[in-house]
């Protein structure tokens, strides 16, 4: 089996190739090979790469190239995990919002749009590429702003899912609270990529017991203090938003604290420099603790789960995708991409039947598809009027004169990631 990554110079990767290296027997990889354009990074990582699999004793082989079109030819499935622009792009699409009085963030709000602008098409080059060079091949979306990549995609025609770690973490977090596997639990979970809420936390399957309301009375105050949300919101909902919902619970709060701290970019920019140090130590054959800071939590098991379901080896039966809609949530269209439970397996993912909406998240995820709508259409068509649309749709924005202010600022630190620009 042969499965490549591209961006396999991230920081990220050393996760990834020990969720390799420790679930070999669930995906029995032969060859992996990682593809990313910087050279230098990808030759400190490959190298770490290389000892973390001689240490857990996996035969697989792993290459490292530059060359995207070698690199993913006769790949089972290739793992897409960019940022277009690095840590610079991140740190303007966190900062210029601010000016604004919105939400700094990068994949929500302004800067998610800015995001989307310059990955989309990115992406959809690779895709095809990808295409050409082996059609069967899965594509399996980490990239960010997931859910809108991920809809670019499947427009175009690509067999393609995308994956966030949100609901693996849920999944882990609440079975620690509950003192039990993480296997046992299934998460009733709905919405869109970082615009989600688990509104039931099962034992056994999609129609086992439901204990999310003794998980609240019993810890809800641990659940708040992971989402930075106060105890009595949780306990008025009576579900668990995702923490990005944050951003839309409590916007000014959050625009007002963002205003007063570094940026996450910059936190990230530091820390990225530090690991890739210990990256180039041949003494290193594990992935650093430093590493567990840098985000994405999980995200290695999560791939492994979602690519041995598609290749026919094994994995969950059922798992939170990102997907079509198809129906699942009817006040949705049909191409809408929603993140929710679902069947996968070698014949793609089919989402599980959800109750209904609670009419406080179906017009907030009715709301935001409709911006994610506008987003992909800037995206893959360009124009500054297609950008202030998108910006005015956006339930984080929604005033001309915002969305005017944002579109010059979007545009005048993106341009050179803008064909149209």
């Known amino acids: 089996m042969k499965l490549a990554v591209v961006g396999g110079g991230s920081t990220y990767t050393p996760e990834l190739i020990d969720g390799f290296a420790r679930l070999r027997e669930t995906l029995p990889i032969t060859e992996l090979v990682l593809v990313d354009p910087a050279a230098d990074r990808l030759d400190l990582v490959g190298g770490l790469a290389r000892r973390i699999f001689a240490k857990q004793g996996h035969d697989g082989t792993i290459v490292t190239t530059s060359d995207l079109d070698a690199g993913v030819e006769g790949a089972d499935a290739v793992l897409l995990q960019l940022r277009v622009g690095g840590q610079a792009a991140r740190e303007r699409d966190e900062t210029w919002p601010l000016e604004c009085g919105c939400v700094g963030q990068e994949t929500t709000g302004a800067g998610g749009l800015a995001k989307a602008l310059r990955t989309v098409p990115v992406v959809l080059d690779i895709a095809e590429r990808v295409r050409r060079t082996n059609p069967d091949a899965w594509i399996i979306d980490f990239t960010n702003p997931v859910g809108i990549v991920t809809r670019a995609l499947l427009q175009a025609g690509h067999k393609a899912v995308g994956l966030c770690n949100v609901a693996i973490g849920f999944q882990r977090r609440f079975a620690a609270l509950l003192g039990v596997s993480p296997a046992e639990v299934h998460l009733d979970h709905v919405g869109l990529n970082h615009l989600t809420w688990e509104t039931g936390v099962r034992l056994g399957g999609p129609d086992g017991e439901n204990l999310l309301p003794r998980l609240l009375a019993e810890h809800g105050d641990a659940v708040a203090g992971d989402l930075r949300l106060p105890r009595s919101v949780v306990d008025r909902l009576g579900v668990v938003p995702s923490y990005y919902l944050r951003y839309f619970y409590a916007h000014d709060a959050v625009v007002e604290e963002l ?31 430093l590493l567990a800071k840098r985000g994405g939590a999980y995200y290695s098991e999560a791939a492994v789960d979602l690519a041995a379901a598609l290749l026919g080896g094994g994995g969950s039966p059922h798992q939170v995708v990102n997907t079509y809609n198809n129906g699942t949530l009817p006040f949705l269209p049909d191409d809408a991409v929603i993140e929710v439970q679902a069947a996968v397996g070698p014949h793609g993912t089919a989402p599980l039947p959800v109750a209904p909406v609670d009419p406080l998240y179906a017009g907030l995820i009715a709301h935001v598809t409709g911006y994610e709508d506008l987003a992909l259409e800037a995206a893959l068509r360009g124009g500054r009027d297609r950008v202030f649309k998108a910006l ?6 929604g005033q001309f004169d915002r969305a005017d202010g944002l579109t010059d600022r979007l545009i005048a630190h993106n341009r050179e990631h803008l064909a149209w620009a």
Request: glycine fraction near 6%; charge should be negative; hydrophobic fraction near 40%.
């Open 392 to 397: 005015l749709a956006h339930p984080l924005v």
């Open 259 to 289: 205003r007063t701290k570094p940026s996450r970019a910059a936190e990230v920019a530091a820390m990225e420099k530090q690991l890739l140090e210990m990256y180039g130590d041949p003494a290193l054959d594990e992935k650093p603790g």
